[in-house]
Nanobody, 124 residues
């Protein structure tokens, strides 16, 4: 059974940092692209970053480029999202997801497996 469980969300002041973790099980992590997505109230879920397994390439949403870093530890079956210099507009529920064809895409429709999400709130 495929499972993804996010943790590490919370309340932080603008300019602060958080590290999100995505613990995976039920599949071989190093065969999959893992993505981080976020959804603010009333907004569409958007892709934030993804990590492609086959070549280690990463992709970022323009607004988080240079502030967020995705990384993976295949031995621990865990993917991380380090978020620095957080802004109020980063406030959202953050989800990790797994894409089985390892395409390295941030199109949410290509992701078959999703976690339950973790809330990130950035105060001004």
């Amino acid at each position: 059974q495929v499972q993804l469980v996010e943790s590490g969300g919370g309340l932080v002041q603008a300019g602060g940092s958080l590290r999100l973790s995505c613990a995976t099980s039920g599949f071989t992590l190093d065969d999959y692209t893992i993505g981080w997505f976020r959804q603010a109230p009333g907004e569409v879920r958007e892709g934030v970053s993804c990590s492609r397994s086959i070549d280690g390439s990463t992709l970022y949403l323009n607004s988080v480029e240079g502030r967020f870093t995705i990384s993976r530890d295949n031995a621990k079956n865990t993917v991380y999202l380090q978020m620095n210099t957080l802004k109020p507009e980063d406030t959202a529920v953050y989800y990790c997801a797994a894409e089985q064809y390892d395409s390295g895409s941030l199109h949410r429709g290509e992701y078959a497996y999703w976690g339950q999400g973790t809330q990130v709130t950035v105060s001004s």
